[in-house]
């Protein structure tokens, strides 16, 4: 996000108690010499453990593991309250209040960067999100305002909730576009951060979403809207979930990795999430920029496919590894269409961790100063909220701490990836050819994890 909305954003930050330049954040915030260790001796060290973790649970892990009983119980009052309709509704309340707030910014506010409309976005909604769902599971299918506006009106009308005038049938591909379509706002759009721009992204929202919900039913909010997919599958990773008794337990993010099974549009709306985060990462890089600016082709074009490049690169390289391992594995060729979208999860973890180590510093900083900026969404020098004096803590943006969460989230990310891919192609093929196939699956990993590394540690 930083390549293109950042910069808008920074302006914001006019009180003089912000301007020293220890508290000016920059995204990717790190490089080689912010590292704890030498950037050849991590590279090495985050190859190996994924090469000695492909051996060992080659040898150890020989049959599935997760099962869906696995967990350790929530504590009867704590599950009680995730259950809770209160809780639930004060969650909803909570989301629609700030809703409320925001679009009276977006409507009536200055078209400045005092305005709170693009960190609500581009921040709350976008990156504070998928840290809340990583953390807490699925959390917008709760309080998307959007869902609870269709529900409510479908109350008034007092029709069935599950009213749908024709049947689903996209799978994932809806929210693959959608996904697609906010990266390129964020990363490549001109004026992003503009209000005029953000009324027209999020009025054409909305209207889309309604007429969806209102043509296929709430099903829409499940499978199409982008917000709510993102949400869903980085929830996957969060230690919170249910048993097969629908009990509430604490388990590892490789228990939801391993319930998310393959559906239509999965490995578009992966490659996405995993492209779109690498090419903000690569977007950062000076050459880039510097190629960009010199180059006789329009920066919009240039960038546009770029960013279609990155898609389709992950989306190309993790469908020729499953056809590679199939072929490896014994396996007829046709067989490696079910496999790749049965691998597809695994690139999940990976996605979670680039998201971590691309928006740590984002999310940290920029996502205390939006708190000043709601506190006059009008503009009129109000302190509404009585946070106008909030000063945005550094605490946790210092290079080399940034540096070094950036790369442990991307080699546990690689981690966890390898481990539920392995437990899917021992679930799906036979052991030992499982483990023979999964060598270009590990192949592709180690080099997502080298890109990865060399993006975020390359000035």
Known sequence: MAGAVLPALLPALTPPALTAPALL???GVGNRGDLPLPFTALVVAAVAALLISFVAIGVLWREPRLRDTDGWLLPGPLAGLLDARWFRGLARALAGLLTLWTLLALVLGPDSARNPVPHVVYVWLWVGLAFASM????VWRVVNPLRALHA????????SPDLAALPYRWGLWPAAVGLAAFTWVELVAQENTSLGFLRVLVAGFVAVSLLGAAVFGRTW??????FEVWSALLGRLSPLGRRADGRWVLRTPLHGINELRGRRGLVPTVAVMLGGTAYDGFSANLSWATFVQSSAVPPSLLKTATLLGFFGLVALTIWLASALSVRLAGEPLRRSIPFVSDIA?????IAGGYVVAHYWSLWVYQGQYAWVLLTDPLGTGADLLGTAGLVPDDTLIRPTLVATIQAVSIVVGHLLGVLAAHERAITVLERRAAVIGQLPLMVVMVVYTLGGLTILFTP
């Not at 409510?152 to 029709?159: H, I, K, Q, S, Y």
């Not at 909010?221 to 982008?226: I, T, V």
């Open 25 to 27: 954040p920059a995204h």
């Open 221 to 226: 909010f499940d499978h199409a809207d982008p």
């Open 345 to 349: 999860p695994s690139l999940v973890p």
């Open 152 to 159: 409510g009106l479908l109350r008034l009308a007092r029709v």
């Open 135 to 138: 953390l807490l599971g699925p």
